[in-house]
């Protein structure tokens, strides 16, 4: 059974920055394009930044120089360090998981992340 869970949201002030931590279990991690979306109240889900089995990783534009995604294959483990937070980054962030040439997506619950002073 494949899992995704994800940690580290929070309220933080403009300006500051959050690691979000996404474990995943159920799945042969270093197989799967990983990334991180989110969801504004009213909007659509958006791709924030993926990361592909050989490391090459793909932002954003509104989050490029601010955000970086990474991964540690070893240890299941995606994160998504975010700085220089604003408030229109203010979203439920979703951990995804889809294994390489494949069209099925695996998603966390979902951790808030409100910026706001």
């Known amino acids: 059974q494949v899992q995704l869970v994800e940690s580290g949201g929070g309220l933080v002030q403009p300006g500051g920055s959050l690691r979000l931590s996404c474990a995943a279990s159920?799945?042969?991690?270093?197989?799967?394009?990983m990334g991180w979306y989110r969801q504004a109240p009213g909007k659509q889900r958006e791709l924030v930044a993926q990361i592909g089995t050989t490391g090459n990783t793909n932002y954003a534009d509104s989050v490029k120089g601010r955000f970086t995604i990474f991964r540690d294959n070893a240890k299941n483990m995606e994160y998504l360090q975010m700085n220089s937070l604003k408030p229109e980054d203010t979203a439920v962030y979703y951990c995804?998981?889809?294994?390489?040439?494949?069209?099925?997506?695996?998603w966390g619950q979902g951790t808030q992340v409100t910026v706001s002073s």
């Open positions: 995804n998981a889809r294994l390489l040439g494949s069209v099925t997506d695996y």
């Open positions: 159920g799945i042969r991690f270093s197989l799967y394009v």
